[in-house]
């Protein structure tokens, strides 16, 4: 990194400098994770053999599994740890960035040499673990995704979590009435663009202070989705509560492939709609008009104003598809998870997603890979529970919150967020 600071030459011409930086943030996070992981290696040992399976059930190709000798590997996987975070030193040293192949192949590294002590004497379904993963991910990726339009178009999406629920109820409700999962699906978009309105209409147009608007929605939101399923819903359970879900789909011949095919083409509609999301929003917003608008008034909007952009229409606008995004994500506990709706079911994802959306640089890919990351840890507990791990099952309960609270601390101080999120725009 480098900046430009202004020097006095001896005659008096002022001239202009580069004065360059180390950063060390992403050194010391990955050399902290590997020391963590070393001591953890080294005071609680496991011997025996770790088993990964990577066949499936649904799969035509048989896949062998493959034993690996736990002590051995969990070492030699430390010094390739080892050798990374001297990588990313001298690329620090060198006044370079630590490029993200590296970030995400010690990503990798890191949670296989884990799941390899973690599995000692056990078996690790792969397979299975990413199809989880992958499930798990669904309303965290949607709601990013509405997080980073929300603040790309310069507002501030706290109220991703009333969206989630407010989706979620919409969809129990209408899926129940009709016995169709895609109304059910219109539903929850309705839902979640309904929350989003209110949003935009006090953040915009009232010049509310957002974060505080979104705080409030959120908890207006659950107690509106309480007191109705306690009034309606449970009541009437088999007619209002009882909704017909979406099954999986498979896709012949990549359905089939190993490990992948089923994680990625044996899914439900509200997955592959997620594929088609991540991939529309990522080009729309480098690649469209829309997109060139929607980050104009976010960074500057007197700029786009000056151009003839609106600028406050067409943050309202992009709010509300915000909303609708993240109601579809919202859709997928009741739709996809379990038919049912009840009370404070997304517990707190909501604001998962928006660490997703600081963490993943406002861009909707990165986003989405911050999102997955998170729903494979949330997986990762329930597998561990299951190895029987001598780590504590509080500590196991934390470590999707854990891992969400290091991933912005450890990297969030290198990114900026969109110079106009969070200012309301008043025209002169």
């Known amino acids: 990194m480098s900046s430009s600071v202004q020097t006095q030459a001896a005659d008096g011409t002022v001239q202009l400098a580069t004065v360059r930086e180390r950063h060390w943030k992403t050194p010391i996070v990955l050399a902290v994770a590997t020391v963590l992981l070393a001591l953890l290696f080294l005071l609680v040992p496991r011997t025996g053999t770790s088993t990964f399976r990577l066949g499936d059930r649904s799969s035509v190709v048989d896949m062998p599994d493959v034993p690996l000798p736990t002590t051995v590997t969990s070492w030699v996987l430390i010094v390739l740890l ?22 995400s192949v010690f990503g990798v590294v890191a949670v296989f040499a884990f799941l390899v002590w973690a599995a000692a004497g056990g078996l690790v379904p792969v397979t299975s673990l990413l ?42 409700l209408l899926s129940s009435i009709t016995g169709n999962p895609f109304v059910g699906l219109i539903g929850a978009m309705i839902g ?78 509200i997955v592959y709609l997620m594929f088609v999301t991540v991939a529309i929003v990522a080009w729309g917003l480098y690649r469209t008009r829309w997109g060139l608008r929607l980050r104009a008034v976010g960074e500057h ?19 509300l598809l915000a909303g609708a995004i993240a109601g579809i994500g919202g859709a997928y506990f009741t739709l ?24 993943g640089r406002w861009d909707p890919i990165r986003a989405t890979l911050a999102a997955l990351l998170f729903g494979f840890v949330t997986n990762l507990q329930n597998l561990l529970t299951i190895l029987k791990t001598p780590i504590p099952g509080e500590f196991m309960l934390m470590l999707p919150y854990l891992v969400t609270l290091l991933a912005v601390a450890g990297f969030a101080g290198q990114i900026r967020a969109p110079a106009a999120s969070g200012k309301p725009y008043i025209k002169n």
Do not use: C, H
């Open 336 to 359: 996809v998870s379990v038919p049912q709706f009840g009370k404070e079911m997304t517990a707190g994802l909501g604001f998962i997603a928006l660490a997703a959306v600081i963490f």
């Open 301 to 319: 909007p007197k700029a786009a104003d000056t151009v003839g952009i609106r600028v406050n229409p067409t943050r309202f606008w992009n709010v």
């Open 82 to 103: 080892v050798l990374m975070v001297a990588f990313a030193a001298v690329q620090a040293w060198n006044y370079r960035s630590v490029p993200l192949w590296l970030i």
């Open 131 to 172: 199809v989880g993963a992958v499930s798990l991910s669904v309303p965290l990726v949607f709601g990013a995704l509405g997080g980073v339009i929300g603040e790309r178009a310069g507002v501030v999406n706290v109220a991703i979590e009333g969206q989630l629920l407010l989706g979620a109820f919409s969809a129990a």
């Open 192 to 269: 979640g663009v309904l929350v989003a309105s209110v949003l935009a209409v006090f953040a915009i147009k009232y010049l509310v202070e957002q974060v505080i608007v979104g705080v409030v929605l959120n908890v207006l939101v659950t107690g509106l989705t309480g007191f109705l399923y306690g009034a309606l819903l449970a009541p009437n359970e088999a007619e209002l509560n009882t909704a017909a879900r979406f099954s999986r789909i498979k896709i012949p011949i990549l359905g089939d492939i190993p490990i992948i095919g089923p994680v990625l083409f044996n899914q439900t509609v």
